[in-house]
């Protein structure tokens, strides 16, 4: 079974929303911070969101206003609702571990899982 497991994607309409799901070992969950990425085909993974063993959380700018990352701590999980989705928000995502020292200094560690497809189109 794996470390790190991502749910919750699908076919959602422009506007609409979807919860992701990510869930973590606990020794990856209690140790490490969390963080959400993207990609599309043919790019590189864009980090999305970030939230750390404190609940300290920080957002790219396109996920600002519409993304909240939150862990969820008795389930050992971490959540990324995501709400007003758009078309260009079509990708997958991925949940990954590492270290956050600071806005835009986000470092991830190679604890990664498979990744959600989500698809926003009408």
């Known amino acids: 079974q794996g470390q790190i497991v991502e749910s919750g994607g699908g076919l959602v309409k422009p506007g609409g929303s979807l919860r992701l799901s990510c869930s973590v070992s606990?020794?990856?969950?209690?140790?490490?911070?969390m963080a959400w990425y993207r990609q599309t085909p043919g790019n590189e993974r864009e980090l999305v969101a970030v939230v750390t063993t404190g609940d300290r959380t920080d957002y790219t700018d396109s996920a600002k206003d519409r993304f909240t990352i939150f862990r969820h701590k008795p389930q050992m999980r971490v959540y990324l609702q995501m709400n007003d989705l758009k078309p260009e928000d079509t990708a997958v995502y991925f949940c990954?571990?590492?270290?956050?020292?600071?806005?835009?200094?986000?470092?991830?560690?190679?604890?990664w899982g498979r990744g959600t497809q989500v698809t926003v189109s009408s």
């Open positions: 606990a020794g990856i969950f209690n140790s490490y911070d």
């Open positions: 990954n571990a590492g270290y956050f020292p600071g806005p835009g200094r986000y470092q991830s560690y190679d604890y």
